[in-house]
């Protein structure tokens, strides 16, 4: 991945434990290093396709001196989080604050921090089955998107199920989206359990009805397990509903586990289902 690197811009803002600092101010270096595709750029000689660098700085400050944090630890959190949300281009930023006169007592050049964030891939498998089905997947799509965090890139084609376990049951609406998102895991599934708690999602019956269903059926090629899910999600390869429409959105994409690709998974399927 090719890189572009801003050093030591010089800001004064007001950003200190010290009520001193937030009063006063005092002098802060940023700096940071943009993981971006820069071919088109630089075969075409066109701004539009990088970043305008000088606009990026003016911004930076625009953003360093909106608020007054207590740790610069904030401070850079914020400035990495504002780039990756606004230059789509950017996957991956690498941020230092520097304060050169940072109140220690001591003798030294600066103390500083790094951050180091970028974009995840996650796929999140959906199904619905009561009420308005497509309407309830389009407003879970539209929350998601509305997290701020989390950006749905693409919808796969939405297919209608029988349902599975408990059968006595409506036929379900199902499909997957392929989201890039600054979340972890956690935190990713407590926005999802937030948008089926706006749905009226009830869980009353094991795998039976539901206005919104949302399952991390992937994330990056991480292989994890905690209180609230799974990943990769330990039946996606047994459902041609979570099959089909990822097959659709990303056919080649590798099973972390299982070692297959989707499309293998699919073929895997359909051949079970014909013995």
């Known amino acids: 991945m090719d890189k572009m690197y801003i050093r030591d811009l010089e800001i004064y803002g007001f950003h200190g434990v010290y009520e001193e600092e937030k009063k006063m101010g005092q002098r802060f270096l940023i700096s940071a290093e943009l993981f971006i595709d820069l071919s088109a750029a630089g075969k075409n000689d066109d701004l539009t396709k990088t970043v305008h ?24 959190e914020e400035l990495a989080k504002y780039i990756l949300l606004n230059y789509d281009l950017v996957q991956r930023v690498k941020l230092m604050v520097k304060k050169p006169w940072a109140p220690i ?55 209608e199920t029988k349902p599975v376990g408990y059968i006595e049951q409506d036929d379900f609406l199902n499909t997957v989206l392929e989201i890039k998102t600054l979340l972890d895991p956690r935190e990713l599934i407590n926005i999802l359990l937030g948008v089926e708690k706006d749905l009226k999602r009830e869980r009353i019956i094991k795998w039976g009805p539901r206005t919104i269903d949302l399952d991390i059926l992937l994330y990056d090629d991480i292989v994890t397990n905690f209180e609230e899910a799974i990943i990769p999600h330990p039946r996606m390869h047994e459902r041609m509903f979570v099959l089909k429409p990822l097959s659709d959105l990303a056919p080649y994409l590798m099973h972390p586990v299982l070692n297959k ?8 399927m359909k051949n079970e289902i014909h013995r």
């Open 53 to 76: 660098y000088g606009q990026l700085c003016c911004e930076l400050e625009d953003e360093f001196k909106k608020e007054k944090y207590g740790l610069i630890e904030k401070a850079a």
């Open 105 to 159: 007592g001591k003798p030294i050049k600066y103390a500083a921090v790094e951050v180091d964030r970028s974009w995840h891939k996650a796929y999140i498998g959906v199904g619905s089955n009561l009420g308005n089905k497509e309407e309830n997947i389009k407003g879970a799509i539209e929350r998601i998107n509305l997290s701020g965090l989390t950006k749905v890139i693409k919808v796969a084609d939405m297919y």
């Open 261 to 268: 690709r989707i499309y293998q998974l699919v073929e895997d």
